[in-house]
């Protein structure tokens, strides 16, 4: 069964520093690409972040360009999420998505609120 | 950028009833389109994928069409579990995502 494990969350001020990781287990991790996606709440999803096989290809949506890295340890079978001057509307459960065209699996979500 | 806006907001449905959701892209998506389900508390779940493909698993009851800019998911027949929050998705410059603003379908 294919699970995804996100952790790490947490609550946090203003420009400060979160590390959520995700971890997979029954599939071969490395075989597929994966995303980071967030939904603020009592709001829609938002996509925030992709990483292909190898890790050589990554790409960022604007709102978190600069401030967050994505990042995986196929040996560990973990997607990271290393997020930085995080802002109060960055709050939200972060959600990682395993893609095969598609996002075919999703985690539970991990919180991460942001306030002073 | 496209735009995926989809309709209604809410569906107040009572189970036995047929569902039709809409979302209606900005402009032609052909058929590079996915439907999602997600209920309280949980992440989202792939229904339908490439406007009209079933998922691993989802029952038959679930059905999409269309294409271009206009997408349908109807779920034919309403079953207690299928009350949830439905959103669609398009990958406009890949890999970005955009996703719908949501259709949640409440029990009547």
């Known amino acids: 069964e294919v699970q995804l494990v996100e952790s790490g969350g947490g609550f946090v001020q203003p420009g400060g520093s979160l590390r959520l990781s995700c971890t997979a287990s029954?599939?071969?991790?490395?075989?597929?690409?994966m995303n980071w996606v967030r939904q603020a709440p009592g709001k829609g999803l938002e996509w925030i972040s992709y990483?292909?096989?190898?890790?050589?290809?990554?790409n960022y949506a604007d709102s978190v360009k600069g401030r967050f890295t994505i990042s995986r340890d196929d040996a560990k079978n973990s997607l990271y999420l290393q997020m930085n001057s995080l802002r109060a509307e960055d709050t939200a459960v972060y959600y990682c998505?395993?893609?095969?065209?598609?996002?075919?699996?999703w985690g539970q979500g991990t919180l991460v609120t942001v306030s002073s | 950028e496209i735009v995926l806006t989809q309709s209604p907001a809410t569906l107040s449905l009572s189970p036995g009833e047929r569902a039709t959701l809409s979302c209606r892209a900005s402009?032609?998506?052909?058929?590079?389109l996915a439907w999602y389900q997600q209920k309280p508390g949980q992440g989202p779940r792939l229904l339908i994928y490439?406007?009209?493909k079933r998922a691993t698993g989802i029952p038959a009851r679930f059905s999409g069409s269309g294409s271009g800019t206009d997408f349908t998911l109807t779920i034919s027949s309403l079953e207690p579990e299928d009350f949830a929050i439905y959103y669609c998705?398009?990958?406009?410059?890949?890999?970005?995502?955009?996703f719908g603003g949501g259709t949640k379908v409440e029990i009547k």
């Open positions: 998505a395993r893609e095969f065209w598609y996002l075919d699996n």
């Open positions: 029954g599939f071969t991790f490395s075989d597929y690409e």
């Open positions: 990483i292909n096989k190898n890790g050589g290809n990554i």
């Open positions: 402009q032609s998506v052909t058929t590079y």
């Open positions: 490439q406007a009209s």
């Open positions: 998705q398009h990958r406009q410059d890949w890999p970005a995502l955009t």
